[in-house]
């Protein structure tokens, strides 16, 4: 009878670790897939942020789920004369692992040419980031980088929206089709990239 007792115990002990290891499973997926594309704005939205004081506004819509050890990196990334010069603003940790429709965004406000300098938005799934950049310009324009659904690949960066500013007469603008580094950027004296990028949570790149 103790025999028994013995076993009953254990085989309930064994059931109990399977259910625990299902459950962290169902938790924490062993595959992932992640993507992001444009948010377009209803024309009240449109309205609404008109009186924020942003200047120039993207936004992008992430779904998917990343796995136990994974994260995703968002960088505002400077360009000078088309060279990578260093990241200005670069985020990351998500403590949430499931994106429905997550809104994130990248942005300017307080753009002044005179005294040159510009402020960068940078949104995340739960939060806001700004810096201040400096350079005195007498043009600049901004674009979106994607134009679809673009599906993320593993340390693959997606560039989202780009700005540009010269000090010179006249400028190109920066143009890509699928996330791509843009065409028109070698020839672009200043460049700022929003880029987003799924990685190893413990493995995180400063550089680009």
Known sequence: ?????????????????AGCTE????????????TIEPYNLTEREKELISKTGADHIEFFNL??????GDDIQYTVVLYKDGKFEQNMLVSFGEI??????????????????????VKLLEGLPDGLA????????TA??????????????KD??????????????SMGSLHSDHGELPRGLKETEIALLY??????????DLTD
């Open 63 to 68: 779904n998917g789920t990343l796995k136990k």
């Open 96 to 117: 949430k692992h499931a994106f429905r429709d997550k809104i994130i965004s990248f942005g300017t406000s307080d753009l002044d040419s005179e005294k040159g300098f």
């Open 23 to 34: 459950a962290e499973k169902k938790q924490t997926p062993s595959s992932t897939r992640l």
């Open 1 to 17: 009878m103790k025999q028994l007792l013995k076993w009953g115990m254990y085989i309930s002990f064994l059931l109990l670790i």
């Open 130 to 137: 700004a810096t201040v950049f400096e350079h005195k310009m």
């Open 156 to 169: 693959k960066p997606v560039y989202l929206a780009g700005w540009s500013s010269t000090t010179k007469n």
């Open 195 to 204: 880029k987003v990028e799924w990685t190893n949570a413990q493995k995180k």
């Open 140 to 153: 600049w324009s901004f674009n979106s980088l994607i134009h679809e659904k673009i599906t993320l690949k």
